[in-house]
């Protein structure tokens, strides 16, 4: 039996008629229809695909650094300690001396050396600043001596006092870390919450894990801001008992 035109024949005038696929019972494809022969492919061209750059956009890069050489001669020490000292007038936070080094591309200890230096020699200089190191960052400070005439600027913002409660939890958490707000509210006898969530948010006190009781409580113990803000190396600068009671603080 001979096999099914692809195509029933066409009545006078008329278009062809698509027939479906006898084995599939689906329409056959268009590309097998004599009067509709299958199109090439189209593509668009090259430069289509062609990622470009926005020639009025800015490119914004890092300026070329003049590298310190390994061995510093004496002008290269000095141009040294001026970057340095510019680093820390410029900067927002205490600097490490690790952060120095990448920044200015020398060892660590050609920094830490070079610190001394520029702190001998601002001392020594009499300039109107200091640099003072806190819990292993560096930072440069203004001389009491010049307190009260820039408390005289309008622009100066005043420092943020921490309220006799605030004060005495933060305390509490200095003295006691890491420790949980029980302990807190079982010291001072009234709730610790609020209090400990308003130094969580100026950085002074935050979260270092949690106890090993039931329920799993937070634990709280002091940042590197507040050693910062108190000008303390590290928690064991903390004034002792014996030190309060002799009036030294």
């Known amino acids: 039996m001979a096999t099914p035109n692809r195509y029933t024949a066409p009545t006078k005038g008329g278009p062809l008629i698509r027939r479906q696929d006898p084995e599939t019972?689906?329409?056959l494809p268009r590309s097998t229809d004599p009067r509709t022969p299958e199109q090439p492919e189209q593509r668009l061209p090259i430069e289509e695909f062609t990622d470009t750059v926005d020639s009025t956009e800015a490119v914004t890069e890092l300026p070329a650094l003049d590298v310190f050489p390994k061995k510093l001669a004496k002008a290269d020490r000095a141009r040294l300690l001026g970057t340095?000292?510019?680093?820390l007038f410029a900067s927002t936070e205490a600097l490490t001396p690790a952060r120095l080094a990448e920044v200015v591309g020398v060892p660590i200890g050609t920094v830490k050396e070079c610190l001394n230096d520029l702190a001998a020699e601002l001392d020594a200089s009499g300039r109107p600043y200091e640099l003072r190191r806190h819990a292993g960052r560096f930072r440069l400070f203004t001389r009491a001596d010049y307190?009260?005439?820039?408390?005289r600027l309008k622009s100066l913002r005043k420092v943020e006092k921490l309220t006799p409660a605030a004060l005495e939890t933060l305390a509490i958490v200095a003295y006691r870390q890491p420790v949980i707000r029980a302990e807190v509210e079982a010291i001072r006898g009234v709730r610790a919450g609020p209090l400990l969530r308003a130094l969580l948010d100026r950085k002074l006190v935050k979260v270092v894990g949690r106890a090993a009781v039931p329920g799993?409580?937070?634990?709280?113990?002091?940042?590197d801001r507040f050693l910062d803000r108190f000008g303390l190396e590290g928690t064991k600068d903390l004034p002792s008992l014996k030190e309060f009671q002799q009036g030294r603080i």
């Open 25 to 27: 019972s689906e329409p």
């Open 147 to 151: 307190y009260a005439f820039l408390l």
């Open 216 to 223: 799993a409580p937070l634990q709280y113990g002091t940042t």
């Open 84 to 87: 340095l000292e510019a680093l």
